[in-house]
């Protein structure tokens, strides 16, 4: 029974955490989206959201250079 509820909680675990890499992803588009459409302040608001929730994902990194890239456009 203990096994069952410790492979439980890591089936859990595990589709957490992929659904935040797919929140992510979305707002990383969504961002990318904005820049295209010139509403960069939404686009920087997206990038900073994505820094905030998701800090482990691989789109921080990304909302982080395109963060840099936005800020030295000012």
Do not use: W
Not at 47 to 54: D, G, V
Not at 56 to 63: D, F, G, L, M, V
């Amino acid at each position: 029974m203990k096994r069952l509820i410790l492979l439980l909680s890591v089936l859990i675990f595990c589709f957490g955490l992929l659904g935040c890499g797919d929140n992510a992803a979305k707002l990383f588009d969504t961002a990318k989206f904005e820049e295209l459409q010139n509403n960069k302040q939404h686009a920087v608001e997206l990038y900073e959201r994505i820094l905030k929730e998701y800090p482990n994902s691989s789109y921080a990194e990304r909302a982080k250079a395109r963060l840099s890239e936005l800020k030295d456009q000012r």
